[in-house]
């Protein structure tokens, strides 16, 4: 396990940034957060870039810094929300590691979301003081987008109600299980 790559995938919000530092160093690897990493490539905030150079410039980095991260070995990697929905993404992280999708309710996800002027596919909702339907609503859309790649996951983990410490606990447990599996077969 210590030369295996593992990647948290999930919605915004879903415990990524928070859960895989903790987790890195409770199973020994190196850890990063893949939007850090292209906010210090790009000099600018995630916001910023998709302002200044649009989603499509985005997702390019994006794909750039995940090729060059992945070429590392003992590490935890919390993608962003939407990094899965790109093909090429999807097969370099089935080719290099396992991916583990953290997984949250809708009405979670807003409670979140709603004062998050840092997502840039949320904030006009923030910053228009949009109802929790209409919130609720756009999160189910993406969510119904993005389904089909979360659920192809190697581990899903529900993370709405368990505390940080107890969902790490679970997901080291079982990713152990999922590589002395695959060192077994």
Do not use: C, W
């Amino acid at each position: 396990m210590k030369d295996s790559v593992i990647y948290l995938t999930g919605f915004m919000t879903s415990g990524k940034s928070t859960i895989g530092p903790i987790l890195a160093n409770v199973l020994g690897l190196n850890y990063y957060d893949l939007d850090k990493e292209i906010e210090k490539e790009e000099k600018l905030t995630i916001v910023e870039i998709f302002e200044t150079k649009g989603e499509n410039y985005f997702r390019d980095v994006e794909n750039k810094i995940l090729i060059e991260l992945s070429q590392q070995k003992g590490m935890i990697i919390s993608l962003g929300g939407g990094t899965i929905t790109n093909i090429e993404n999807e097969k370099l992280m089935r080719s290099k590691g396992k991916i583990i999708y953290l997984k949250v309710s809708p009405g979670n996800l807003y409670k979140r979301l709603r004062n998050k002027i840092d997502r840039p596919l949320f904030r006009d909702l923030v910053l228009g003081d949009k109802s929790e339907k209409d919130f609720i609503h756009r999160i189910e859309e993406l969510l119904e987008k993005r389904k089909v790649y979360y659920e192809k996951a190697d581990l899903i983990i529900h993370t709405d109600f368990n505390p940080v410490g107890i969902t790490v606990d679970k997901i080291a447990k079982k990713i152990k299980g999922l590589f002395n599996e695959k060192n077994s077969g």
